[in-house]
């Protein structure tokens, strides 16, 4: 039997919406891009970009929804912020 | 419009040179629309293997979770696997920038198309053999994404790599951690530890791929995609794990040559393995045989990715 996984429920459906991640391990640090994650929606971005970025105790960790990042020097550039 | 006219002229030539002038030139590119065509096929077929070679590490080791003589050491084993479930995780979502998708090339594909390493394709027949796979196997894979994130001129990838490399360092600690324990258990352990550093060690010769004589493509050089070649990839690993073997105890077809001032194999690459016996026959053969048993692959390959791709979740996996 096939492994059944469910697109809808794990990727928000056909068309991957991706989030970007960033942290910092203390206050003295700067907010880096670290990286980014697939998920269909803010819930499980949020618990992918922990399980993932696991490297670090982070201090601070933040995801953005790719949507919501506007481009300027990369206008009309499918990857918008690049993995880090 | 006048620059978009501009960019149609240029002939693909013209566009090739002035990439390979720029990388020369140390530049990193950060986004597909600066690659030409050969550079991206090139920089795809890099991350695509090493994608690959992070999710054959999940069958690989699903048997050490099992074995673990110790709840320490089940912990260390699941905490490994899923470090390289996170970095195929990092590489496939790279990968989707430049149109894959993840989700086939790992459940839908067909396991004859994934591009593993004969190291990733022998099962592990004991504690002994994941202590190994870590000093051989991780040791292998860490200096060659370590040459990567240093040297890769895409420069997402390379920095994708740091928590890569920040992790494969781990698993190398551990598995010289592992081995030196064991070979403190007495002469019986000692010998089992010995026969299966026999087995793993040609292996580990061999994850750098054919030696830079008979090497003919040579773009991921040219592209400074990666910086060193097989031979000096091999050179690093042969440094690191050579008096690592010595001062344990463990003896190794390899030495240090005075004279050259570099590690030598005792044996000329490349030898079979014997499929049947599981041992070395160190008689040298031409690349086409090797190339071919590579092709073949080890016993591990298909069934373990096949299983990955079937096997429901649930309790029994633990």
């Not at chain 2, 920095?159 to 992790?167: Q, T, W």
């Not at chain 2, 054919?210 to 592209?223: C, G, P």
Request: aromatic share 10%; proline share 5%.
């Amino acid at each position: 039997m096939k492994k059944v996984i469910d697109r809808q429920l794990e990727l928000g459906g056909d068309k991957p919406e991706f989030y970007e991640v960033f942290a910092r391990r203390d206050s003295a640090e700067p907010l880096t891009h670290i990286g980014s994650v697939e998920a269909p929606n803010a819930e499980l971005a949020e618990a992918r970009a922990w399980f993932v970025y696991d490297q670090h105790i982070w201090r601070e960790m933040c995801i953005v929804p790719l949507s919501a990042i506007v481009t300027i020097t990369e206008r009309g550039s499918k990857s918008k912020v690049k993995v880090v | 419009m006048a620059q978009a006219a501009l960019a149609r002229e240029i002939p693909e030539e013209a566009t090739e040179v002035a990439l390979q002038t720029r990388i020369k030139a140390g530049a990193t590119l950060e986004d597909i629309s600066e690659m030409t065509p050969r550079y991206r096929d090139v920089l795809v077929a890099t991350m695509a293997i090493a994608a690959d070679l992070e999710i054959m590490t999940l069958p690989l080791d699903f048997d050490a979770i099992t074995f673990a003589p110790s709840i320490n050491d089940r912990i260390a084993v699941a905490s490994a696997l899923q470090d390289e479930m996170g970095h195929a995780q990092v590489m496939f979502r790279m990968l989707e920038d430049f149109g894959f998708d993840s989700y086939h090339q790992v459940f839908e594909r067909d396991p004859k198309n994934f591009k593993t390493f004969f190291l990733l394709e022998f099962g592990n027949l004991s504690p002994i053999d994941v202590g190994l796979g870590h000093l051989v196997g991780d040791q292998a894979g860490y200096i060659t994404t370590r040459d990567l994130e240093e040297n890769c001129s895409f420069g997402p990838y390379s920095r994708s790599l740091r928590k890569v490399n920040f992790e494969e360092n781990f698993h190398v600690k551990r598995g010289e951690y592992m081995i030196r324990h064991y070979m403190q258990q007495g002469p019986e352990m000692r010998k089992r530890v010995q026969e299966r550093m026999d087995f793993w060690f040609p292996l580990g010769a061999e994850w750098f791929g054919a030696t830079d004589d008979v090497k003919s493509r040579t773009d991921q050089l040219h592209y400074k995609i990666r910086g060193s070649s097989n031979d000096q990839l091999r050179q690093i690993w042969l440094q690191r794990l050579v008096p690592f073997c010595e001062q344990v105890g463990l003896k190794v077809p390899a030495h240090f040559d005075r004279e050259k001032g570099i590690y030598v194999l005792d044996y000329q690459m490349p030898i079979l393995l014997n499929l049947e016996t599981l041992k070395w026959d160190f008689r040298t053969v031409t690349w086409p045989e090797k190339l071919a048993q590579w092709k073949k692959g080890g016993p591990l390959k298909l069934p373990g990715l096949t299983r990955m791709q079937v096997e429901l979740w649930g309790q029994d996996l633990w």
